[in-house]
C-alpha cells in the first residue's frame, strides 16, 4: 500500500478569486506584507503497490482536476 498526493492548481494564467480574498483578509486582520495567494487542492490516495504512475495520471485529469484551467502533479510518499 502506497500514500500518493495529488496537488490541483489554478494555471498562473487563471484569476484566482479565492486567493484573492485571502489577501485581502490577511490585510485586514493585521498580516501585512502577503502579496499573493493561490488556492488550490490537496488529494492523498491510498493505493496498491501495482497502480502505475500512468494510471494515477489518468485519474487525476479524469476526476481530479479540470485540466483546461488547472495544473496538476502526482507526488508518492
Known amino acids: 500500500m502506497a500514500r500518493v498526493v495529488v496537488e490541483v492548481m489554478p494555471k498562473a494564467e487563471i484569476l484566482d478569486p479565492q486567493g484573492q480574498a485571502?489577501?485581502?483578509a490577511l490585510g485586514r486582520l493585521g498580516f501585512p506584507?502577503?502579496?499573493e495567494v493561490r488556492?488550490?487542492?490537496r488529494f492523498e490516495l491510498d493505493v496498491d503497490d501495482s497502480v502505475e504512475d500512468a494510471e494515477l495520471e489518468k485519474i487525476a485529469e479524469?476526476?481530479?482536476c479540470n485540466t483546461v484551467i488547472e495544473d496538476w502533479k502526482v507526488v508518492r510518499l
Do not use: D, N, T
Request: aromatic share 0%; glycine share 24%.
Open 22 to 24: 485571502i489577501v485581502g
Open 33 to 35: 506584507g502577503v502579496s
Open 39 to 41: 488556492q488550490g487542492k
Open 62 to 64: 479524469a476526476l481530479l
